[in-house]
């Protein structure tokens, strides 16, 4: 496997990958056509901010498994064609976190106390204590604009200073607010009470200019920070408000474009601080990320938990041990139940019952799904199976019960088309050994693997010799048969046979052709 490097991150995040036995290549600022050709053989690619990874870059990058950016802002990678090539996309959000809120720290109190240009001028030989006022940040209110992870440290740390809190988030609780010692308020309302109003939102369509001219008049005063993603923040209507004296001063770490242009207004108003993207620029803020995404390339390569995937089912470690078996029997169950099925799909349920029923289910499903769609013609993996099942108008419906009277656990997939369904349950024998349990409601003990023929015939004497006596007559070799019945002799049956060769057209015919049997399907795992 081979892992591409396209911004600089620490060494440790590059020992770690090749301690697990992987190629590393570097290519620091590539961007075009010789990225494109960089990643045309890559497994693994890792980003900073750096690096435009659009769907272009997926298009040429068929082996690709994951992306993962070194830091929090995955603005610069299309997650949205990610997903329908199947890559996954990870970020290492914990890495800089504080990193991140102590430079917010930071800003605010430069800003407040005019410490770069007090610095700047003593410098150059001028004592002007006297120009500089400052202002102290006790009893005063921070306005938080974007309560994730880092906006939850910057208050955390800014009311242990003695500050109220407000904050404006419409996706969190008010539960976790209150936790934080935070007010949640409307937008407009966190702007006209913050004395201190810090910005920690992602840069999407929604945020692009959030803050402009009218959002500024509604500040009236105080000092915004920015520390999060360059332009969320108007930057031509901040330099006019500060220079204006709408508000007081403004310290800014992030810019729409970077490096930031010499005529950017920002840099000529006094009272506003810049610093050239620092927020995550500690030792040990670079170390951590780099390793963070390392070990989830790592967890992608073996099929186990990347812990920060953004767009694929993740589960917690300590749990992944417990659902991991049942992954690949779900895949497993929707490839049968899928290539059993006569005619279009229309919906997918996935069923389960017993002690797996207490689990987080959602990397299952989706395995489920993966199997569903595997006779597709491209790709299909537990990224993307959830949108292709959207994409295609499949509905999937996933239910629990923690009742089972049967098995300990249990896993059902059902695939239906309008009023034809198939159904196929599957369990697993001591400990990790897979088994198709039910099909349709006939009860059997099948080993799910390689070739498989499943024959639905009339309970009949001599069907099942009939049946071996073709196979075997054109060299088909019986590995494992399984059958069962759903009613008294005489009724229908049905019988699963594991093989050791394919089944060529006119065999099957042949065995069509008998009265007694009702349908033959081949299964390919």
């Given amino acids: ?29 590539v961007e075009g056509d010789a990225l494109l050709e960089a990643v045309s053989d890559a497994n693994g690619l890792i980003v900073r901010s750096g690096t435009q990874v659009t769907a272009e870059v997926f298009e040429a990058a068929p082996d690709l498994v994951i992306v993962g950016r070194a830091g929090i802002g995955v603005d610069n990678i299309d997650i949205d064609a990610a997903t329908q090539h199947g890559v996954i996309v990870a970020n290492a959000p914990e890495g800089n976190v504080r990193a991140a809120a102590e430079h917010t720290v930071a800003m605010g109190f430069a800003a407040a106390r005019s410490i770069p240009q007090a610095h700047a001028r003593l410098k150059d030989g001028e004592w002007a204590k006297s120009d500089y006022l400052g202002n102290e ?17 910057v208050a955390k740390k800014f009311s242990s200073l003695g500050m109220d809190i407000v904050a404006y988030d419409p996706y969190i609780g008010e539960e976790r607010a209150d936790q934080l010692g935070a007010e949640l308020v409307e937008f407009d309302a966190c702007l006209a009470r913050a004395d201190f109003l810090t910005v920690h939102t992602p840069l999407t369509p929604e945020t692009e200019g959030l803050i402009s001219t009218d ?59 810049v610093t050239p993207h620092l927020g995550a620029s500690t030792s040990a803020a670079q170390e951590n990320v780099a390793v963070s995404t390392a070990d989830q ?161 009339y309970d009949k004497p001599g069907v099942i010799g009939f049946i071996g006596t073709v196979l075997g007559e054109n060299d088909v070799n019986i590995a494992g048969m399984f059958n069962a019945r759903r009613a008294k002799a005489g009724g229908e049956a049905l019988t699963v046979y594991n093989l050791d060769d394919d089944v060529p057209d006119d065999v099957r015919e042949k065995l069509l052709a008998d009265d007694r049997i009702i349908d033959v399907d081949l299964i390919t795992l």
């Fill in 215 to 273: 959002e500024l008049e509604t500040m009236g005063s105080g000092y915004l920070i920015n520390c999060a993603r360059g332009g969320v923040v108007d930057e031509a209507a901040l330099a006019e408000a500060v220079d204006a004296g709408v508000i007081d001063g403004a310290a800014v770490d992030v810019f729409a474009d970077e490096p930031v242009s010499p005529d950017n207004p920002l840099l000529s108003v006094d009272d506003v601080v």
């Fill in 1 to 29: 496997m081979k892992v591409l490097v396209t911004d600089p991150i620490a060494d440790a995040g590059l020992d770690r990958l090749r301690e697990a036995g992987y190629e590393v290549e570097t290519a620091y600022d």
């Fill in 297 to 457: 390339i790592v967890a992608a390569f073996r099929d186990e938990p990347v812990i920060n995937a953004l767009n694929a089912p993740s589960v917690d470690e300590s749990a992944f041990p417990r659902i991991q078996p049942y992954i690949g029997l779900a895949e497993t169950a929707g490839k049968i139940a899928a290539q059993l099925l006569d005619g279009r799909l229309g919906e997918v349920e996935v069923t389960y019952t017993g002690d797996i029923a207490a689990e987080d289910i959602e990397l299952v499903t989706a395995s489920a799904l993966k199997g569903v769609f595997a006779p597709l013609e491209w790709q299909v993996n537990a990224v993307n199976a959830p949108q292709v099942a959207k994409e295609r108008g499949i509905e999937v419906v996933e239910s629990k019960s923690r009742q089972s009277d049967d098995f300990q656990s249990l896993v059902t997939v059902t695939v239906r088309n309008g009023d034809e369904e198939m159904t196929v349950s599957g369990t697993l024998f001591t400990g990790e050994d897979p088994r198709i349990v039910r099909i349709n409601g006939y009860r059997l003990d099948a080993i799910p693997y390689g070739q498989m023929l499943v024959a639905r015939n």
């Fill in 137 to 153: 940040v006790n009893g005063k209110t921070l306005g938080v604009v974007g309560l994730g992870r880092v906006g939850q440290e």
